[in-house]
């Protein structure tokens, strides 16, 4: 491999850690963010007892970080179309601003916590519109997702972390030497860019290798949009048309608690195995037959507890209320399926030995 296409790969590879560390980041505060709000609106002080309010705010907290879940993930892969996702999703929570500010205007006797959330939602905003700017703006992002090195006039690097990163692979490949590790490592100068020019574009046939995604990764996208965004789609759905779901006196909706439970049980059980097929574990396929024998029980667990609505005789529910209710499962189920049946036709992944990435070049050789 060329000076060149060393230098990208190595700069790569170190920025590829910087934004995977930065979404990590963001990550962990929206989780933060979620358990927090939820906390603080359950405090007697803040706690909102208006009808379904419990239930919508838990769906959109719940579903926002396994929406972003699944978009940090994509934006794991390198690719720029994923960057356009993240705004789209951006706007999504603008927009969710529309919630406590129309709740107030109805329900004036929590208006403090109609306004404690609305300064929270404002806050993860903020957080949010800077990840984003990173994810365009940052010297690091732009290698990842551009492919583009930004050098200055004399030709140095305008982010000095980059010399550095290049300067310590440098001296790493010298210690081999001096261990006698490997006595092919050919010693370069790395602390300068090989060209002058106001921009350096990573080698082509170098990026496409880098970015290249596996099906196991891709599956696992799949499964974690479709597992995460039922956890807010359905309970919403319900939400929104509780008239098919009421009792017949309409003081009843047990549909909105029970789907809420039913997503949210499946989006812990999904978890594991997404995040073991995102990094190709052997035992990815074994996780999600697993899952699916989870799935069985957790039905055969409910089935009693459907059986006493329909047979209830303080509360009774029309028969559309359970028909649409089977509907709505099943959809959510049929997405599911889908998604996971391909897994069955592949081979399991082959297990890796990344103890040193560096010394696992032998697929770019032909970039020499």
Request: glycine content about 4%; proline content about 4%.
């Amino acid at each position: 491999m060329n000076n060149v296409n060393q230098q990208d790969l190595i700069l790569y590879r170190n920025c590829r850690r910087r934004v995977e560390r930065r979404l990590l980041i963001t990550l962990l505060f929206l989780i933060a963010y979620s358990v927090g709000v939820a906390y603080a609106l359950n405090t007697a002080f803040l706690k909102v007892d208006a009808n379904g309010f419990d239930v919508l705010l838990s769906g959109i907290l719940l579903s926002q970080v396994g929406i972003y879940m699944v978009i940090f993930i994509l934006l794991t892969t390198g690719s720029k179309i994923y960057r356009y996702i993240y705004w789209v999703a951006f706007a999504l929570s603008v927009a969710m601003l529309y919630v406590p500010i129309s709740t107030a205007i109805t329900d004036m006797g929590h208006l403090l916590s109609y306004l404690v959330l609305l300064v929270c939602m404002i806050v993860k905003l903020q957080v949010l519109w800077s990840t984003g700017d990173y994810l365009k703006n940052n010297p690091s992002s732009k290698v990842f997702f551009d492919h583009i090195v930004e050098v200055d006039e004399n030709g140095n690097f305008e982010d000095p972390r980059f010399a550095k990163d290049l300067a310590k692979q440098q001296k790493k490949t010298i210690s081999q030497l001096n261990m006698g590790e490997d006595d092919t490592v050919q010693v370069v100068d790395m602390e300068q860019p090989q060209v002058e020019l106001p921009h350096q574009e990573i080698d082509d046939e170098v990026s496409e290798a880098l970015v290249e995604t596996l099906t196991y990764q891709k599956l696992a996208v799949r499964i974690g949009i479709v597992v995460y965004s039922s956890l807010g789609l359905f309970p919403i759905l319900i939400q929104i048309f509780h008239s098919l779901f009421a009792s017949n006196d309409y003081q009843y909706i047990f549909a909105n608690h029970d789907m809420f439970v039913s997503c949210l049980i499946s989006a812990i059980l999904w978890t594991v195995p997404v995040l073991f097929m995102y990094y190709e574990h052997p035992k990815s396929k074994q996780l999600v037959k697993a899952c699916i024998l989870g799935e069985l029980i957790r039905i055969a667990c409910y089935l009693p507890t459907f059986i006493g609505y329909i047979r209830a005789e303080d509360t009774t529910y029309p028969v559309r209320t359970f028909i649409f209710y089977i509907a709505f499962d099943v959809v959510r189920y049929l997405l599911l399926g889908m998604t996971i049946r391909p897994i069955f036709k592949m081979d399991p992944p082959e297990p890796k030995n990344d103890d040193d990435e560096y010394d696992n070049d032998d697929e770019y050789e032909g970039a020499e």
